[in-house]
């Protein structure tokens, strides 16, 4: 049994970290295809920020609430669900509402808690195993031996990055900050981290790759960044955007991408279809699983805010403070 009402984080109104706000709401009830997940840790994405500042609206079926990702105890199960049972630990990707003590999510965007893994480790899987796999994998088609470079080097998506990558036989550089990022980015696997406050990526990647340049850019940057990803890809290189933390909008000379025969391309996860996301779960589950059990990979976590300090974990991310995962614990005593 579960209660009827449920604490969860709401924006209050679009504005800075201080408008999260704790509410009581009803806990919600599973459609035919979901699970209602008693939740024990929440991701914190960027996306969330955006959404609190009004940059980022939820679909319109998904909860007001921010949060994408959960991990935690299924409570209940939709008429439809066959593969899930209720006690059963899952991760999962949310379509919103994980900043809550009870989500539901559709049950074909679980996953199971790989095994040795603690709640906490879980909740730190799904929006950038999701993001990185399709995007570096199936839309940027990084191959072995190819090389890949990865901006953001030390946050949830960049440490991610770099770990698949690796295990994937691939050739990594990441771009980071400062000394300490990109260190990490180093301890995690990278064959050259660029501390791009002191070096200029383009030449410091032509140089590494002997005049090449990079198979696959993961950029989430965006702005300036864009024409300098252009510069630094390889022949038939793929350059996948997923964020523009810089902007959108740029002035670029395409014509060496024709006779380079560049690609680029990018994506955001939240809006895809039930079944796409469901199709990049049954990937993750086959392809990656097995290497987060056998210690292959792993999540990176910087450190974890009670649910009701939604608000301090913002500020850290906005600031860029993280090195790795922020979570929410939930229900301290499940974890």
């Keep these: 049994m579960y209660p009827t009402q449920m604490t969860g984080i709401e924006i209050s109104q679009h504005g800075g970290p201080e408008v999260l706000q704790a509410a009581q709401r009803p806990v919600p009830q599973p459609a035919a295809h979901e699970v209602l997940i008693e939740v024990a840790v929440a991701g914190v994405n960027r996306p969330d920020c955006l959404q609190r500042a009004g940059q980022y609206a939820p679909p319109p079926d998904a909860s007001d609430l921010p949060g994408l990702e959960v991990a935690g105890r299924i409570v209940a199960t939709g008429t439809e669900v066959q593969h899930w049972q209720i006690g059963d630990s899952v991760c999962a990707l949310t379509h919103g509402g994980g900043y809550a003590e ?130 630094t890809l390889a022949v038939d290189g793929r350059l996948v955007l997923i964020a523009f933390l810089r902007g959108p909008k740029v002035e670029l000379n395409l014509a060496p991408l024709m006779v380079k025969r560049q ?22 589950c086959t392809t990656v699983w097995p290497w987060l059990e056998s210690g292959q990979v792993k999540p990176i976590i910087d450190r974890s805010f009670p649910l009701h300090e939604a608000a301090a974990a913002h500020r850290v991310m906005e600031a860029n403070e993280n090195l790795g995962k922020l979570l929410l614990t939930v229900k301290p005593a499940i974890t």
């Excluded at 559709?106 to 990185?132: D, I, M, R, S």
């Excluded at 796999?133 to 990055?161: D, M």
């Design 263 to 284: 690609t680029i391309t990018g994506s955001t996860l939240r809006p895809q279809s039930l079944a796409a996301k469901a199709a990049i779960a049954e990937s993750l």
């Design 102 to 231: 009870y989500c539901c999510a559709p049950a074909n965007h679980c996953l199971p808690v790989p095994t040795g893994f603690t709640l906490a480790q879980a909740a730190a899987l799904p929006e950038n195993y999701f993001t990185v796999w399709s995007n570096v994998f199936e839309r940027g088609g990084l191959q072995p031996g190819a090389t890949l470079l990865v901006h953001g080097g030390a946050s949830g998506i960049g440490t991610t990055a770099i770990q698949l990558g690796k295990a994937f036989g691939a050739t990594v550089i990441a771009t980071a900050g400062n000394a300490r990022k990109t260190t990490l980015c180093q301890d995690l696997g990278a064959d050259l981290a660029i501390n791009y406050r002191e070096d200029d990526f383009v030449p410091a990647v032509k140089t590494f790759t002997q005049g090449r340049g990079a198979d696959v850019i993961l950029d989430m940057v965006g702005g300036d960044y864009i024409a300098r990803n252009l510069k």
